[in-house]
């Protein structure tokens, strides 16, 4: 399992996610990559290679984000790699809310995190009932 970030802001709410799959059996790499340009290909190539998965998490609006960039980049350089759909996390696409209640709704949580690693790691209870 693979999770990506580019914001220091979303470090805590990634490892509290990695730390509730850990109790469910999934083991997850959280990659800081601290910039965006440069993108750190290399490394996020090398854990897709490694893990097999891919989830990105961004705080921005889903089109034209950089989690689209990232899964670009590994469709181009890791796509046989991987086991999986990638899964993107990304902010609603919604002009961002002033009152807290609504903030929260508009930007990822750790449930969406949790719920999106499942899904990769095909263990989420709607693709069994599916089945």
Same mark, same amino acid.
């Given at each position: 399992?693979?999770?990506?970030?580019?914001?220091?802001?979303?470090?805590?709410?990634?490892?509290?996610?990695?730390?509730?799959?850990?109790?469910?059996?999934?083991?997850?790499?959280?990659?800081?990559?601290?910039?965006?340009? *440069?993108?750190?290909?290399?490394?996020?190539?090398?854990?897709?290679? &490694?893990?097999?998965?891919? $989830?990105?998490?961004?705080?921005?609006? *889903?089109?034209?984000?950089?989690?689209?960039?990232?899964?670009?980049?590994?469709?181009?350089?890791?796509?046989?790699?991987?086991?999986?759909?990638?899964?993107?996390?990304?902010?609603?696409?919604?002009?961002?809310?002033?009152?807290?209640?609504?903030?929260?709704?508009? $930007?990822?949580?750790?449930?969406?995190?949790?719920?999106?690693? &499942?899904?990769?790691?095909?263990?989420?209870?709607?693709?069994?009932?599916?089945?």
């Amino acid at each position: 399992m693979l999770q990506l970030l580019h914001s220091l802001r979303w470090l805590g709410m990634l490892f509290q996610a990695a730390e509730i799959l850990s109790k469910e059996g999934i083991s997850a790499e959280v990659i800081n990559l601290r910039s965006i340009r *440069p993108l750190d290909r290399a490394a996020i190539n090398a854990s897709v290679r &490694k893990t097999n998965r891919l $989830v990105t998490v961004e705080e921005g609006f *889903p089109q034209h984000g950089v989690g689209a960039e990232i899964c670009m980049s590994v469709v181009e350089d890791s796509f046989e790699y991987l086991d999986a759909p990638v899964e993107r996390i990304a902010g609603a696409d919604v002009p961002m809310p002033y009152a807290a209640n609504l903030e929260r709704l508009a $930007v990822p949580q750790v449930e969406d995190i949790v719920r999106a690693a &499942k899904r990769a790691c095909y263990r989420s209870s709607s693709m069994a009932a599916n089945a």
